[in-house]
């Protein structure tokens, strides 16, 4: 039988074996049960040499962004997503210490098209006048072509969609202005967006569609992404898709415009089909679940916001059954995202382009649900909120790890480019996503280090490049009618090897029980397993100054009961049963590997937060006072003043602004005592008042440049 006749026939066993595969993993999930969580291999897709490969010269994009999905609280659990691991994660990378620099959905989306952060963009809030599609139109990110991604992308060849959720608020109209990039930009509109069954979409800012009231929204879109995949393989050109639902999003009435913020909104809406779904699940609790802030915190908030006014308490107004309830809802509405994500990893398969696509899965921000004594919601800049899921899988990169690499949303839009070809522009905030360097020798990705290798400002020419250690958190609070409105901080997230509340030992042993509590209240990747914890970790990174040619590491698993092990610097290796423990004998413990994440926030009322993650990942022993952190407060707050108004390669490396050039590399170089002199002289970051709106409010020594 010739090749031409024997091909559609191995086209359709393909489909089909790919089709059981993922009808059995949705299966498992409906019946509560997944097997590989229960200790089996992961079922791989069938190969794409099934079908004639049409690989390309330069790879494709699928970017997954959906809305609101916490890190923190165990959506992503393998339990509640198992195509999300079974196809990205155990073939690929997970990075799960990513923060997003603004925890809400507008200012994070834009900085995901681009690579700005929120104080470049200037798209401060979801709703007008700050924030929204009515800001996007007075601000037009999208005219700047040297940072807006989709025009990037086009310049180089690649065709651009974009389907579901855009920016909050898009509508169109007679004479309405479209966004530039897009090959094809079919999003939902207001007051459709968050409606989950009956969704409206305008293709290209044309005629709205109104779907009917049985039509799932997630569904809609799935099969939306399968039709311009199609399309786009058959353009014959590299292709961008971001495929945006709006899962786990509350479900909102009418547009969070028109309905004064959370009133208008209630639980997320999963499909039919998964309405019974995880019926015994809990929302996990850490030692901040329904644990006020401090009241001189609360004070400062009611005598500088309108919460006094209004007669809002700043605090939770669920119950926990309500809490739970809506937990139960949020899983059950990801199950449809699941599912699509497996229909797009078989069609890529099914059209021979999967071996040539990188597949990337986040959200645009975390949430809390009862943390800190906060009903739901974000815009906070505690872990819960800012910490988000971060899967990639594509060619030349490893398969089945997991990185402690601090990434952030800016430098999402960056690595796309590198992986493009494409040289990043000067003027954009993010750093790609060094895979090359974060990953040891055994497991190094089959990428050239030439597209990371990026121009700093400060570096020495041919010196060592640039790590990401540091992220900036910043808010401007616009909700009309919540106790927080009109609030706006400054914050510094920082992840160093410079520990300044106790000894390796001490930071090992707290991670060990952090990992044992977080188990035990339901959470494997979360509330106990942070940063380089030692009963789910691989590899702190070459961020802390590891030399990563020493360990072995894989596992896409990130269950505590797991055998797996990692290898210490003599060779041996211990279990992660060992490290769950915290036995002193765990691989983590024996390695030498310390590290921590310190969050420093600056709040516009006069309040200031240092929080050292490692020691204390729930976030409720302020350490500011301590007299140990004197020196590392002095230097958070100047790189604070560097970050809050840095610009392209001053945000991609900061410290140069702080001691001069080619002098510092990674915040733990900075607390060198020799400049504790010349750091002390720098003037702290003060506030003058609480605003919604980005003014000219603050007191710094850095202005720019």
């Known amino acids: 039988m010739t090749f031409s006749r024997l091909?559609?026939?191995?086209?359709?066993?393909?489909?089909?074996?790919?089709?059981?595969?993922?009808?059995?993993?949705?299966?498992?999930?409906r019946e509560g049960k997944d097997s590989i969580s229960a200790g089996k291999p992961p079922l791989p897709l069938t190969p794409a040499t099934a079908v004639p490969s049409r690989v390309a010269t330069k790879p494709s994009f699928v970017v997954v962004l959906v809305d609101d999905l916490d890190q923190l609280l165990n959506s992503t659990d393998r339990t509640y997503l198992p195509l999300l691991h079974s196809l990205l994660?155990?073939?690929?990378?997970?990075?799960?210490?990513?923060?997003?620099?603004?925890?809400?959905?507008?200012?994070?989306?834009?900085?995901?098209?681009?690579?700005?952060?929120?104080?470049?963009?200037g798209i401060t809030a979801n709703l007008p006048p700050y924030g929204g599609w009515s800001k996007f139109l007075t601000t037009r990110p999208d005219d700047q072509s040297d940072t807006w991604m989709p025009s990037q992308l086009q310049k180089a060849g690649y065709n651009v969609y974009s389907i579901g959720k855009f920016l909050n608020g898009f509508a169109v109209g007679p004479g309405s202005v479209c966004p530039r990039g897009f090959?094809?930009?079919?999003?939902?509109?207001?007051?459709?967006?968050?409606?989950?069954?009956?969704?409206?979409?305008?293709?290209?800012?044309?005629?709205?569609?109104?779907?009917?009231?049985?039509?799932?929204?997630?569904?809609v879109i799935r099969d939306k992404a399968i039709g311009y995949l199609r399309e786009a393989v058959a353009a014959g050109q590299p292709f961008y898709m971001q495929v945006n639902p709006i899962a786990p999003h509350e479900r909102c009435k009418d547009s969070e415009e028109g309905g004064g913020g959370r009133l208008a909104c209630d639980n997320a809406i999963p499909a039919p089909r998964h309405a019974y779904l995880f019926r015994n699940a809990s929302l996990p609790r850490s030692a901040n679940w329904m644990t006020p802030l401090p009241e001189s915190f609360r004070a400062a908030v009611a005598a500088s916001t309108d919460s006094v006014r209004s007669g809002k308490e700043l605090g939770a107004v669920q119950s926990s059954l309500q809490l739970n309830t809506a937990y139960r809802q949020r899983l059950r509405a990801m199950a449809s995202v699941d599912e699509m994500l497996g229909d797009i990893v078989q069609e890529l398969s099914a059209q021979?382009?999967?071996?040539?696509?990188h597949i990337i899965f986040t959200s645009d921000n975390g949430y809390h649900m009862g943390n800190h004594n906060f009903g739901q919601g974000k815009t906070l800049p505690y872990e819960e909120d800012v910490r988000v899921p971060f899967?990639?899988?594509?060619?030349?990169?490893?398969?089945?790890?997991?990185?402690?690499?601090?990434?952030?949303?800016?430098?999402?839009?960056?690595?796309?480019?590198?992986?493009?070809?494409?040289?990043?522009?000067?003027?954009?905030?993010?750093?790609?996503?060094?895979?090359?360097?974060?990953?040891?020798?055994?497991?190094?990705?089959?990428?050239?280090?030439?597209?990371?290798?990026?121009?700093?400002?400060?570096?020495?020419?041919?010196?060592?490049?640039?790590?990401?250690d540091n992220t900036p958190i910043e808010m401007w609070i616009h909700t009309p009618g919540a106790p927080m409105n009109g609030v706006n901080f400054r914050?510094?997230?920082?992840?160093?090897?410079?520990?300044?509340?106790?000894?390796?030992?001490?930071?090992?042993?707290?991670?060990?029980?952090?990992?044992?509590?977080?188990?035990?209240?339901?959470?494997?990747?979360?509330?106990?397993?942070?940063?380089?914890?030692?009963?789910?970790?691989?590899?702190?990174?070459?961020?802390?100054?590891?030399?990563?040619?020493?360990?072995?590491?894989?596992?896409?698993?990130?269950?505590?009961?797991?055998?797996?092990?990692?290898?210490?610097?003599?060779?041996?290796?211990?279990?992660?049963?060992?490290?769950?423990?915290?036995?002193?004998?765990?691989?983590?413990?024996?390695?030498?590997?310390?590290?921590?994440?310190?969050?420093?926030?600056?709040?516009?009322?006069?309040?200031?937060?240092?929080?050292?993650?490692g020691l204390d990942p729930a976030e409720v022993n302020n350490r500011y006072s301590d007299p140990r952190a004197a020196r590392l407060v002095q230097r958070l707050e100047a790189l604070l003043s560097v970050l809050a108004y840095c610009k392209g390669d001053r945000c991609r490396e900061a410290y140069g602004a702080i001691v001069g050039p080619g002098r510092v590399l990674g915040f733990a170089d900075l607390m060198d005592p020799s400049y504790d002199s010349q750091i002390a002289a720098l003037r702290r970051f003060e506030f003058q008042g609480c605003s919604p709106e980005k003014l000219d409010n603050e007191l710094t020594w850095y202005h720019g440049g």
């Open 352 to 357: 021979g382009v999967l071996d040539s696509t």
């Open 491 to 613: 914050s510094v997230r920082v992840c160093t090897s410079y520990l300044a509340f106790g000894t390796p030992a001490t930071y090992r042993q707290a991670m060990a029980t952090a990992s044992r509590n977080g188990s035990r209240a339901g959470s494997h990747i979360g509330l106990g397993d942070l940063l380089f914890s030692a009963g789910d970790r691989t590899t702190a990174g070459d961020a802390l100054g590891v030399d990563l040619d020493m360990y072995a590491v894989g596992s896409g698993s990130s269950s505590s009961s797991s055998s797996s092990s990692v290898r210490d610097r003599s060779g041996s290796s211990g279990s992660r049963a060992a490290a769950d423990s915290g036995s002193s004998s765990s691989s983590s413990s024996s390695t030498g590997i310390t590290g921590t994440c310190y969050k420093y926030n600056n709040w516009c009322f006069g309040i200031r937060e240092l929080y050292d993650l």
């Open 89 to 121: 994660g155990d073939q690929g990378l997970r990075l799960r210490n990513m923060a997003i620099s603004s925890s809400t959905c507008c200012p994070s989306r834009t900085s995901l098209l681009t690579g700005l952060f929120t104080h470049n963009h």
């Open 391 to 468: 899967f990639i899988r594509g060619p030349g990169l490893p398969r089945g790890l997991v990185s402690d690499y601090p990434t952030t949303m800016v430098d999402v839009p960056a690595t796309v480019l590198a992986l493009a070809g494409i040289n990043l522009p000067g003027g954009m905030d993010g750093y790609p996503i060094p895979f090359h360097r974060i990953m040891p020798t055994a497991y190094a990705p089959a990428l050239g280090a030439k597209a990371y290798d990026v121009p700093s400002a400060g570096l020495v020419p041919g010196g060592r490049p640039y790590m990401r």
């Open 7 to 29: 091909a559609p026939l191995l086209l359709l066993l393909a489909l089909c074996i790919d089709h059981s595969f993922v009808g059995a993993q949705r299966k498992a999930v």
């Open 183 to 219: 090959t094809v930009l079919d999003a939902l509109v207001d007051p459709y967006v968050y409606s989950y069954f009956g969704p409206g979409f305008s293709k290209n800012c044309g005629t709205v569609q109104k779907y009917g009231d049985s039509d799932y929204s997630t569904d």
